[in-house]
């Protein structure tokens, strides 16, 4: 357990830096975390996350209990534990991303302006407003994220998780370009939605053709002879 846990922390401190390089993290604001079996590695409160060291994650349990590490865990803790009390999930990231924070302004929900928002398991929620590191906040949240693996946070920010770190990121990203999708296109006028059928038709395609993972082409080969017995008009 004590490896899997150094090496948790140190991949909480990879994608919070990759958070940070994408710009939807500044100085302090977000956290990222991963279960390792009942344990928790979670950034701590205000650290920024640009320059965070392995050595300043924090351990928790699922109880919110620090077991490993000089800090205090970071002020959204109960909703990463929430996350995983509830749902299926091994990473949870939190980010400030601005144009997450826009939408989340003006937005009862995200629609699925791409398909690719089906990915995050259909139109992205808008928990409502509460103060930061609330229970109110990590409850509001925890409802906009059934069924789904974002959300975003009224004038506050937004929330990922996935199987693993990597995917909690991506998911973060898509979330953050599916918002830039509707911001531009509102700006033109009103941005067209896919509708249930277009959005079902796009989910029995990826269960058919597994989109967004990498197939091997195969390519059917002749027999050498198969020439020989074809007509003239084959």
């Known amino acids: 357990m004590a490896a899997r846990l150094v090496a948790a922390r140190e991949r909480v401190t990879e994608a919070a830096r990759r ?7 500044v100085g302090t604001a977000g956290n990222v975390s991963e279960r390792v079996g009942d344990l928790v590695a979670v950034s701590p409160t205000g650290a ?8 300043q994650v924090v351990v928790v349990n699922l109880a919110g209990e620090r077991v490993a590490g000089e800090l205090a865990a970071s ?44 990915m ?22 925890l409802a906009a994220l059934q069924d789904r693996s974002a959300a975003l946070m009224s004038n506050h920010g937004a929330v990922a998780h996935g199987p693993d770190l990597d995917t909690a990121v991506e ?9 830039g999708i509707y911001w531009h296109a509102a700006a033109l006028g009103l941005p067209r939605t896919l509708d ?33 017995h074809r007509s003239p008009e084959s």
């Open 75 to 118: 002020s959204e803790l109960e909703l990463h534990l929430g996350v995983y009390r509830r749902y299926a999930a091994r990473a949870v990231v939190h980010t400030h991303a601005p144009l997450a924070i826009a939408l989340s302004c003006v937005l009862e929900e995200l629609p699925v302006v791409h398909y690719q928002v089906l």
């Open 19 to 25: 958070l940070a390089d994408h710009g939807l993290v």
């Open 120 to 141: 995050l398991g259909g139109p992205v929620r808008v928990a409502p407003y509460a103060t930061f590191g609330s229970s109110e906040l990590a409850e509001a949240t």
């Open 196 to 228: 249930a059928d277009q959005q079902a038709a796009f989910m029995r395609a990826v269960a058919r053709g597994g989109y967004g993972t990498l197939q091997r082409h195969e390519v059917q080969r002749e027999l050498p002879h198969s020439r020989l």
């Open 48 to 55: 920024a996350l640009q320059t965070l060291t392995a050595d």
């Open 171 to 179: 998911r973060m990203l898509l979330l953050e370009w599916a918002c």
